[in-house]
């Protein structure tokens, strides 16, 4: 009975296939029809899809991407598929829409084929598989992306004939549908645009000096351009993550932590390099060569991008990206625009740094006047200097550097604002005070201290001559001298504070200094 069986089952495939193979030639739909039934009684789909694979569907596809016994394709160039499948969906339409109309009819019984999987992507993939397998290859990331997004387009062109979402699943969840997929290795073309943008910014970023961008005579430029080559490099690899041409939207969250990567790696760049200028390990090899050579004007410049980087990562940029991920839940949206706004802090973050960087290199130069503020407590000692009557000449030349390095910067550098100006003023003033106030200090409490050790001694000795004591000296000892010196010094300080735009009264170590030095009866009034 056995053989009788399988000679009656190959017999009436064998009959059935001629029948299915004829109706389809005539689009005959009675008999197409007949022989689906039959099919799917006998439980036999596969043949049916089959013979519509390799009857119908093999011989248009083998115009479109023609190829060899040995693979290849035989005649044409290119691994493009975009132009293939628009050929593909419009032979669908023409030769194929007919059967699928057949099977997919309400209440035919003959939802159980799969025509679109089964007949025709699985000869789409054969297809490009023997003819252009390159096609496939993430080496090539922008060949590969424009194939990838045309190979999404075809499959939801095939998906427009399935009647309704749960054959939609269906069409989704067979084997070809999931092998197709398997064939676009999108990790491997994200490691590469990774490696592209990334690598972009690292050698911005590996450069021994900052790189300035200069722009036309005829004034293209603009208050809001980026001015160092870094900077624009950022701007340019954070919106990369987001082209068209380069995203890929089942990777987007490995793109948005590439753009919270990139935010990071030039946030640590400047905070490094800026805390290894104030610590002076900035030496050969170091990676930080650039905050060495930098001079206040580049570090305007630093604030001047910071600013225009921040700006625009939490605007233009973080709406472009929300509007990107607008299908996303609330909830995931919420979270993306809270990372990109705390990676625009921490550019913001820097700018106080910056500005500290500009004060240190300001204060550097103008302190080396203070030298002269030793050499005064020298000369009262070894001489017999008569009771001071005017400043010190040190006192004019205290704050000339800073003075003139405003003048340059505001001369040279456009981006400077009054806001910073105020800030970076009011900033080294304070500094230059404090060191003046530190070394002052010191030396007077010295001079006091020495002289109240030679009077303990001289009254040492007077007692043991039998000399009285009581009558006091009504000369001025040369620690007064000294401090009626620093006081005149101090007060023509501060008018050169206010000729600077500083008020002197508003800084502690001002104040400070000034009881310190003054008579008694002027430790509470700071007269300028």
Request: aromatic share 8%.
């Amino acid at each position: 009975m056995e053989k009788r069986i399988q000679g009656a089952s190959l017999l009436l495939d064998a009959s059935l296939g001629h029948c299915f193979v004829d109706g389809l030639e005539h689009r005959d739909e009675n008999a197409i029809y007949n022989c689906l039934r039959a099919y799917a009684a006998i439980d036999n789909t596969s043949s049916a899809e089959e013979i519509f694979r390799t009857t119908i569907v093999a011989p248009l596809i083998q115009k479109i991407i023609p190829h060899g016994p040995s693979g290849g394709v035989v005649g044409a160039s290119g691994d493009g598929l975009e132009i293939d499948y628009q050929e593909i969906k419009k032979c669908t339409e023409k030769d194929c829409k007919f059967l699928l109309e057949i099977s997919s009819a309400e209440n035919s019984g003959l939802h159980v084929f799969d025509f679109l999987a089964n007949s025709i992507l699985k000869e789409v993939l054969s297809a490009i598989k023997k003819g252009k397998p390159g096609a496939f290859s993430p080496g090539r990331p922008t060949e590969f992306l424009i194939n990838y997004k045309s190979s999404l387009d075809f499959l939801g062109h095939l998906e427009g004939y399935c009647p309704s979402r749960s054959a939609v699943t269906k069409f989704r969840a067979e084997a070809i549908y999931v092998e197709f997929m398997k064939q676009w290795n999108v990790g491997v073309y994200f490691s590469l645009r990774f490696q592209e943008i990334a690598g972009a910014l690292d050698s911005a970023l590996a450069t021994t000096s900052l790189i300035p961008v200069h722009y036309s005579p005829s004034g293209n430029g603009s208050s809001q351009d980026l001015t160092l080559k870094q900077s624009v490099t950022l701007l340019e690899s954070l919106r990369s993550c987001w082209r068209e041409d380069v995203l890929i939207h089942s990777c987007s969250d490995k793109f948005l932590r590439l753009t919270l990567q990139l935010l990071s790696r030039f946030s640590n760049w400047l905070l490094s390099g800026l805390a290894a200028r104030k610590t002076g390990n900035t030496g050969s090899n170091s990676g930080y060569e650039w905050a060495a050579s930098a001079v206040p004007n580049d570090f305007l410049y630093i604030i001047h991008d910071i600013n225009c980087l921040a700006t625009e990562v939490c605007g233009d940029y973080l709406e472009h990206v929300l509007q990107l991920l607008s299908s996303c839940s609330a909830d995931v949206l919420d979270l993306v625009k809270q990372s990109i706004l705390q990676g625009g802090k921490s550019l913001n973050d820097l700018t106080p740094l910056a500005i500290n960087a500009i004060t240190d290199a300001l204060v550097d130069e103008a302190v080396k006047g203070l030298k002269d503020v030793k050499a005064i407590a020298t000369t009262f000692r070894m001489t017999n200097k008569p009771i001071p009557s005017r400043h010190s000449l040190y006192v004019s030349g205290l704050l000339s550097p800073l003075k003139k390095d405003f003048l340059d910067m505001e001369k040279h550098n456009p981006y400077l604002t009054r806001e910073t100006v105020k800030e970076l003023r009011h900033g080294a003033a304070t500094e230059i005070t404090g060191r003046y106030y530190d070394m002052v200090v010191e030396i007077v409490s010295v001079a006091r201290k020495t002289e109240s050790s030679l009077q303990r001694l001289k009254k040492g000795a007077q007692r043991r001559a039998g000399v009285s004591s009581d009558v006091s000296d009504p000369s001025v000892s040369d620690t007064d001298k000294l401090c009626m010196q620093y006081f005149l010094d101090i007060q023509e300080y501060g008018r050169n504070l206010s000729t600077l735009g500083v008020d002197a009264k508003e800084i502690p170590a001002y104040r400070s200094l000034w009881q310190c030095v003054a008579p008694p009866d002027r430790q509470n009034v700071i007269d300028l």
